[in-house]
């Protein structure tokens, strides 16, 4: 069955998007990283080597990478120097020990929940650096499951005890701020006390080639939180137990933002939002696959968090049992209500195939500042359910989908 919504009107519609097309992306040449020479090479001990690590970082030639070669490093907070890369080589693991002293930003509260969750450093942090990375085929793992030192719980444990008012105080695994041209190739990062991989005002990242892996049961444990100019994912297989991926714009713009041919299996899809105060646009999601996520291509806020998001194009997806296919909702958890309203514009959905019933779901924040899309060649599969509030759709979709699969994308 073919339907059709002709609410905004179609050639103004396709201008706009004709306008787009040149700029909703990463405005760099982004092509697959070659990994740096080597400065030094690390060999694992078995103890704490982060005095170690820290070390040979703190005195790589820039331009290089500290090597860590096979075994298992353990290790606490780390920091990587402007120009010098970590390279985790193959057959090497680098842990994250679960110890929250070692992670405290003074106040003795990491580890613990509070209003604030902003207790505890990262794992490891990249600032106000330029032409930093972290490259290998090895595996970097927060141990998130593990028991904390000191406590009865582990770090997800903690975050499952936090609730609507309260946040656990727990490490990000990779924490990026104010820097520029970081690059993230083949490593795995998995099972992050909280989030991956966060950037924040930061122009020009890459991300290619990257497994981030965390149990659906895992909570706040996104893959990659990215804010900034110019930023790339590409040919990554993310698996998760929230947002797969997750546009936020809370302290800054997020513009010129380019996801490209990865796979998402479980998780909570490709996110835009909550935190959108100082807008997200020129954004460019193809050539991705989602199975067995809750979610699909999201956008949400509230008028705590909100601002505008214009410039957004999904072509090429295809999802498999996904629960809520699309869903844009400018009422996402309500209960946090501020004077931010949240508005989603110039957002456009093209060649995309849901091949499961799933959930849509349009949910505008007034008459006056409703959500707008466009749709064409959509194709769902019959018996889905729709929900819209507020929105303006224009173009056509159809329940007409055939296939049982999506095939992959991604690093493989």
Not at 31 to 41: G, I, L, R, S, V
Not at 196 to 201: A, G
Not at 244 to 254: C, L, R
Request: hydrophobic share 30%.
């Amino acid at each position: 069955m073919l339907r059709q919504s002709s609410i905004i009107g179609i050639t103004a519609a396709v201008i706009l998007l004709l306008v787009r097309v040149g700029y909703s992306k990463d405005l760099r040449t982004v092509t697959e990283p070659k990994t740096p020479q080597n400065c030094t090479t690390l060999k694992a001990t078995s103890g704490d080597d982060t005095k170690t690590i820290q070390n040979a970082l703190d005195t790589c030639t820039k331009g290089k990478a500290v090597k860590l070669s096979s075994g298992t490093f353990y290790s606490g907070p780390l920091t990587i120097p402007s120009g010098i890369s970590l390279l985790v080589d193959s057959g090497a693991t680098l842990k994250a020990l679960p110890d929250p002293s070692l992670y405290d930003m003074g106040e003795e509260t990491c580890g613990t929940i509070d209003k604030y969750g902003v207790g505890c450093k990262p794992f490891i942090t990249i600032r106000d650096a330029s032409g930093s990375g972290i490259y290998g085929k090895g595996t970097i793992d927060g141990q998130g499951q593990k028991k904390m030192t000191g406590k009865t719980e582990s770090w997800w444990q903690l975050a499952n005890n936090a609730n609507r008012s309260t946040v656990q105080n727990a490490p990000r695994l990779l924490q990026i701020n104010n820097s520029a041209d970081i690059t993230l190739y083949q490593i795995t990062l998995q099972n992050a006390p909280f989030y991956h991989v966060v950037s924040s005002r930061t122009n020009g990242l890459t991300v290619w080639g990257v497994t981030i892996y965390a149990p659906p049961s895992s909570r706040n444990t996104d893959g990659i939180d990215p804010s900034g100019y110019n930023i790339t994912i590409a040919h990554c297989n993310i698996s998760t137990g929230d947002d797969d991926v997750a546009i936020k714009a809370k302290i800054a713009p997020a513009r010129h933002i380019s996801v490209l041919n990865n796979h998402f299996g479980k998780g909570h899809g490709m996110s835009i939002g909550s935190e959108i105060t100082y807008g997200v646009s020129d954004v460019t999601v193809s050539g991705l696959t989602l199975d067995g996520a809750t979610y699909g291509l999201r956008i949400k806020s509230n008028s705590y968090r909100g601002g505008l998001v214009t410039g957004v194009t999904y072509t090429n997806v295809c999802m498999h049992n996904v629960q809520q296919p699309i869903l844009l909702d400018t009422r996402y958890e309500n209960y946090l209500t501020g004077n931010l309203t949240p508005q989603f514009h110039d957002v456009t959905f093209t060649n995309v195939k849901v091949l499961t019933a799933g959930t849509f779901t349009f949910n505008g924040f007034s008459d006056s500042k409703p959500v707008q899309a466009t749709m064409e060649d959509v194709h769902i599969k019959k018996g889905s359910k729709w929900i819209t509030k507020y929105a303006k759709i224009t173009g056509t979709w159809a329940e007409d989908v055939t296939g049982t699969l999506c095939g992959y994308a991604g690093n493989e």
